[in-house]
T-cell receptor
Framework: DTGVSQNPRHKITKRGQNVTFRCDPI?????LYWYRQTLGQGPEFLTY????????KSRLLSDRFSAERPKGSFSTLEIQRTEQGDSAMYLC?????????????FGDGTRLSIL | GENVEQHPSTLSVQEGDSAVIKCTYS??????FPWYKQELGKGPQLIID?????GEKKDQRIAVTLNKTAKHFSLHITETQPEDSAVYFC???????????FGTGTRLQVTL
């Protein structure tokens, strides 16, 4: 069990650029979640997958955001035309999907800074 | 939607003392309540969780209590140590949904 892995750890980009983050969940965890955390706040839910199916999206996930999990393993989160307000820590978590309310285990996140 | 309130926002205790963090939730359908510890530059680490069919759960120096009627749950850390210093988050789910709603965090500082 190597834990949830996220890459890159840090991303600095100019406003208007596109960015993509990757998350590798704990092996055999078929649920994968994306959260966003701003300074001094708790994580906020963005979206989650069961296997390759995206089952729920928060209204925080504007049309500039897209997430995929094509083979039910790793996931990517893309932000197009980045804005200053997108600066945050993007966290990925995974859980075993055998029923609801299984413990979610987080990675160390990707910190996005928009110049 | 679900709302989770957490108090206090900061807590300073002396090494060896106990620390208590309290949370309230709004959705009566919530039935899963995890607690996470987050250190600087790291992601949240699950330290204990409780389900609504249980009133209390203990794991060494950490315990969590749940009062479903009052819709509040608490984290208790006994015999605090400097390495307990971190930000602690409570969270709850919404019914059968898997997503978690987090509190705003408590920064715990354990002083020597």
């Amino acid at each position: 069990d190597t834990g949830v892995s996220q890459n890159p750890r840090h991303k600095i980009t100019k406003r208007g650029q596109n960015v993509t983050f990757r998350c590798d969940p704990i092996s055999e965890h078929n649920r994968l979640y994306w959260y966003r955390q701003t300074l001094g706040q708790g994580p906020e839910f963005l979206t989650y997958f069961q296997n390759e199916a995206q089952l729920e999206k928060s209204r925080l996930l504007s049309d500039r955001f897209s997430a995929e999990r094509p083979k039910g393993s790793f996931s990517t989160l893309e932000i197009q035309r980045t804005e200053q307000g997108d600066s945050a820590m993007y966290l990925c978590a995974s859980s075993y999907g055998g029923g609801d309310n299984q413990p979610q285990h987080f990675g160390d996140g990707t910190r996005l800074s928009i110049l | 939607g679900e709302n989770v309130e957490q108090h206090p926002s900061t807590l300073s205790v002396q090494e060896g003392d106990s620390a208590v963090i309290k949370c309230t939730y709004s959705d009566s359908a919530s039935n899963y309540f995890p607690w996470y510890k987050q250190e600087l530059g790291k992601g949240p680490q699950l330290i204990i969780d409780i389900r609504s069919n249980v009133g209390e759960k203990k794991d060494q120096r950490i315990a969590v209590t749940l009062n479903k009627t009052a819709k509040h749950f608490s984290l208790h850390i006994t015999e605090t140590q400097p390495e307990d210093s971190a930000v602690y988050f409570c969270a709850s789910n919404t019914g059968t949904a898997s997503k978690l709603t987090f509190g705003t965090g408590t920064r715990l500082q354990v002083t020597l």
